[in-house]
């Protein structure tokens, strides 16, 4: 009796032990479909490898950026079911993730710097114009430019951000809330490249190729050199 009773509390505190560590697991990553969670790309350097199956051997389907957001449906053997763009869908090694309190509108965002380009850019740069961060009379292209970076530095400054000037997903989901501020300080002159536009630049050096750089510069401001000045109307760009 005394053997069976024994065996009897063995058994019960496997269980309860069991059922304590799947709990912690699902706290820090979801188990299966019904706990979806948020979480956040955070690999050493580069990239992180999406995969067809949930093995570090399996064909590499996409890649996501580091510091990007996507949802996670489950985890099997070290790897989490990610959703990807067009509903389609992918593993990742468990250990690259971080889960966020962020809710799902941060997915709609990817990450942007300087040289980027897109109809998201301008999103970003007419919203900034909104706050304040922009002059009114100032036009809005599709780069990420240097102009740009400054701004992004102004806006994360002013709400308390990091002041790299990267919109991050998680800045973007902040810019396009209620909760951003706006611009309370005075709006940073951009700085041209050099004084007195492409003539004086040919001033001071006198065997710069200006015809070979137009060229491999299409569209380029040759006063500001893409930095932003009066003359492209800060942009950067000459149409």
């Known amino acids: 009796m005394k053997r069976i009773f024994v065996k009897y509390l063995l058994v019960t505190f496997l269980l309860i032990t069991c059922l304590t560590g799947a709990a912690l697991e699902?706290?820090?990553?979801?188990?299966?479909?019904?706990?979806?969670?948020?979480?956040?790309?955070?690999?050493?350097?580069?990239?992180?490898?999406?995969?067809?199956?949930?093995?570090?051997?399996?064909?590499?389907?996409?890649?996501?950026?580091?510091?990007?957001?996507?949802?996670?449906?489950?985890q099997e053997n070290g790897f989490c079911q990610v959703e990807l763009d067009d509903h389609q869908f992918g593993w990742v090694a468990a250990e690259f993730l971080t889960p966020s309190e962020?809710?799902?509108?941060?997915?709609?965002?990817?990450?942007?710097?300087?040289?980027?380009?897109?109809?998201?850019v301008e999103a970003l740069k007419k919203r900034l114009l909104d706050l304040g961060y922009y002059r009114q009379n100032q036009a809005m292209s599709d780069t990420f430019n240097t102009t740009c970076v400054i701004r992004v530095k102004l806006f994360q400054k002013i709400n308390g951000l990091e002041e790299n000037g990267i919109a991050?997903?998680?800045?973007?989901?902040?810019?396009?809330?209620?909760?951003?501020?706006?611009?309370?300080?005075?709006?940073?002159?951009?700085?041209?490249?050099?004084?007195?536009?492409?003539?004086?630049?040919?001033?001071?050096?006198?065997?710069?190729?200006?015809?070979?750089?137009?060229?491999?510069?299409?569209?380029?401001?040759?006063?500001?050199l893409g930095e932003g000045c009066e003359c492209c109307n800060y942009t950067g760009r000459i149409n």
Request: with cysteine; charged share 25%.
């Open 26 to 74: 699902s706290e820090a990553m979801p188990s299966d479909n019904s706990s979806e969670q948020i979480c956040q790309v955070t690999t050493l350097k580069g990239q992180l490898n999406v995969r067809s199956k949930p093995d570090a051997r399996s064909t590499i389907i996409a890649r996501l950026p580091n510091h990007s957001f996507v949802k996670v449906l489950k």
């Open 102 to 120: 962020l809710g799902a509108e941060v997915l709609d965002y990817r990450p942007l710097q300087f040289g980027s380009k897109g109809k998201d």
């Open 168 to 224: 991050s997903p998680m800045m973007q989901a902040l810019l396009f809330s209620p909760q951003a501020k706006k611009n309370s300080e005075g709006i940073p002159a951009v700085k041209r490249a050099f004084p007195g536009g492409r003539m004086g630049k040919m001033q001071q050096e006198d065997e710069f190729d200006w015809d070979q750089f137009a060229r491999e510069n299409p569209g380029i401001c040759m006063c500001c």
